[in-house]
């Protein structure tokens, strides 16, 4: 029998993710051991889910990816710099409700800081705005982790800003920015269509960043270009250019239609109420006819950035066997990141597909695969 199968052969949850993830971090140039490190620990945050046959519905209806699966992973590329790969877990998925999510989520950023000995004070202050009781909204908690060499990892947690209902969105991310100490920060955000995430880097960071995420309805080149609210960093031109390439919209374009645009802006500095970081993330699977396209465009994004885009065109087969054109979901987004002075940064978010893969469009523009 396959290690990672139930009694009958067929593949776990966890043995399919975990194998995703050595492949990949072999890629990224990770070594055996950090890999296999990194797989026993998404196996421990995925839970008792992570034994769960992939011949059964996914655990949870989530919203972390189209197939429902409850991993996803990335690679972030600077220029002259090894990528740097990451993988996105919902600890929760198992649970039976929304408040069974986040305590789980909870208790596994609680045994990750065990673990790795950093403080989970900046979370603990924000508990009750974000994990209620009674929380709403499409999501709890789910963790980042970024895989960095000798096996411990950087921990980020991902919150729902609907946790008190959608109508207090605004409201709940202003107070946390004001508990956090960035107390005119609020104020400092461009104009959005909702708070999908609130996000707290959590143990070893340099700048650990507190970040806020706003989507953008039909978004236009132009108004990509006027969203950075940052002192430093990416010009107008640069995002509209990232905008244009990502979603191979000409200078005359309108806006993007399907899945709405997101932007994030990070805090790391309480001296000033300005964010020091910036990232617009277009949602490239629904605005192309299959991943083949997608390829292309991660491709010319990451050479107008001077970094190597043989490492994606390697790292699609470390996840599938399929061909890019079978498909249209395997690149979910692409992003544009500027931090302080640092130099730009480029991620391709990647897609377990454990479930199911999307067909490809007929057109450029889709909606999203709706919750069974």
Request: proline share 10%; charged share 20%.
């Amino acid at each position: 029998m396959p290690t990672g199968a139930d009694p009958q052969g067929t593949p776990t949850l966890g043995a399919f993710t975990g194998g995703q993830l050595r492949r990949l971090g072999s890629v990224a140039g990770l070594s055996h051991a950090d890999v296999e490190t990194y797989a026993q620990v998404l196996t421990d945050v995925l839970g008792p889910e992570a034994e769960r046959p992939l011949d059964l519905p996914p655990p949870t209806p989530t919203f972390l990816s189209d197939d429902h699966t409850p991993v996803e992973f990335s690679l972030s590329f600077r220029a002259d710099a090894a990528p740097v790969m990451r993988v996105l877990v919902e600890p929760g998925c198992g649970a039976s409700s929304l408040a069974d999510n986040g305590r789980a989520g909870l208790a596994a950023i609680r045994t990750m800081a065990r673990r790795w000995h950093f403080a989970t004070d900046a979370l603990d202050e924000l508990r009750d705005l974000f994990l209620p009781p009674a929380p709403r909204g499409p999501l709890a908690l789910w963790c980042a982790l970024e895989l960095r060499p000798g096996g411990v990892p950087g921990v980020k947690v991902y919150l729902n800003p609907a946790a008190g209902g959608e109508e207090r969105s605004a409201a709940t991310v202003r107070e946390a920015l004001h508990r956090l100490g960035y107390r005119g920060a609020f104020d400092s955000l461009p104009v959005g269509s909702g708070y999908p995430f609130f996000a707290l880097d959590l143990g070893g960071w340099a700048e650990p960043r507190v970040k806020v995420y706003l989507y953008h309805d039909n978004l236009t080149a132009d108004e990509a270009g006027r969203l950075p609210r940052t002192d430093s960093g990416p010009g107008p031109a640069a995002v509209e250019d990232f905008f244009r390439t990502a979603a191979a919209l000409g200078s005359d374009a309108g806006g993007l239609g399907g899945l709405p645009c997101q932007s994030c802006h990070s805090f790391t500095d309480l001296g000033t109420a300005r964010p020091s970081g910036f990232t617009l993330y277009i949602p490239v699977r629904d605005y192309v006819r299959h991943d083949g396209e997608a390829l292309t465009r991660a491709s010319e994004v990451l050479r107008r950035h001077g970094m190597d885009a043989s490492v994606l065109d390697r790292a699609l087969p470390a996840l599938t066997e399929r061909r890019p054109e079978d498909g249209a979901g395997l690149i979910a987004y692409l992003s544009l990141a500027h931090q302080g002075d640092q130099p730009p940064r480029v991620t391709a978010y990647l897609s377990s597909e454990a479930y199911a893969v999307r067909p490809p469009a007929a057109e450029t523009v889709r909606r999203p695969v709706p919750v069974a």
